[in-house]
């Protein structure tokens, strides 16, 4: 398994994916509300792992510059399609991996990842790259599914699933464990809030501060 078989995965089901309904709506637009919130008009933002671009469209017209990535060209290709019936100046797609960003990119005041930490493969390697591409105090904002503290079961599913291919790669880690990770990227940790509107949600959301 590799990057390049996530991707093929994520290709594979982008279109499934793009039909599939938000499991928490409220708890969506509050995240999406409180990140509104924390982004000024003159930003420069960065989105990883931003799927076929729903939150991107949400926020990028708040912005002065929006790049948002993800590693399947099949999920980019459904965001530019959207993108298509409602243009916004600021935004634009890319296909590409965190790695793959010209190192000369470090003048971004927010990086966002959401429902994206888990999928990494290299997670100290992932949070230290995107120190490297925030501006002096940026922000790493992130909401983060915590696989280490949700039901056993998904935990011993998971790599039975990836061998069959119904699954990709997916880090198993708590809550307690991603914050010393992101602290150990370079990060004040500002705030941890759980969104969740219903059901028991271990997707915290964090804000992080560049030191």
Not at 28 to 47: A, F, I, S
Not at 78 to 98: C, D, M, Q, S, Y
Not at 126 to 140: S, V
Not at 167 to 195: C, K, M, Q
Request: proline share 5%; glycine share 8%; charged share 25%.
């Amino acid at each position: 398994m590799s990057i390049a078989s996530d991707a093929r995965f994520w290709d594979r089901s982008s279109r499934k994916y793009a039909k599939s309904a938000i499991s928490d709506q409220a708890g969506y637009e509050r995240t999406l509300e409180r990140t509104r919130g924390l982004l000024r008009p003159g930003d420069r933002v960065l989105e990883l792992g931003c799927g076929t671009g729903t939150t991107a469209l949400r926020l990028a017209g708040d912005v002065r510059d929006y790049l948002a990535t993800d590693v399947s060209a099949g999920m980019i290709a459904i965001a530019n399609e959207k993108h298509a019936a409602g243009p916004i100046p600021a935004l634009a797609f890319r296909t590409a991996t965190v790695e793959a960003l010209a190192p000369d990119a470090a003048s971004f005041n927010a990086v966002l990842g959401f429902n994206y930490l888990h999928l990494v493969r290299d997670l100290p390697g992932t949070l230290r790259r995107i120190h490297t591409l925030l501006a002096a105090e940026g922000l790493f904002i992130s909401k983060t599914p915590c696989v280490g503290d949700m039901n056993p079961l998904l935990r011993l599913a998971l790599p039975a699933m990836r061998a069959i291919g119904m699954a990709p790669y997916a880090g198993v880690f708590r809550v307690a464990e991603l914050s010393r990770h992101i602290g150990a990227a370079g990060f004040d940790i500002l705030a941890t809030e759980n969104h969740a509107t219903k059901g028991n949600d271990k997707r915290p959301y964090i804000v992080a501060r560049k030191k």
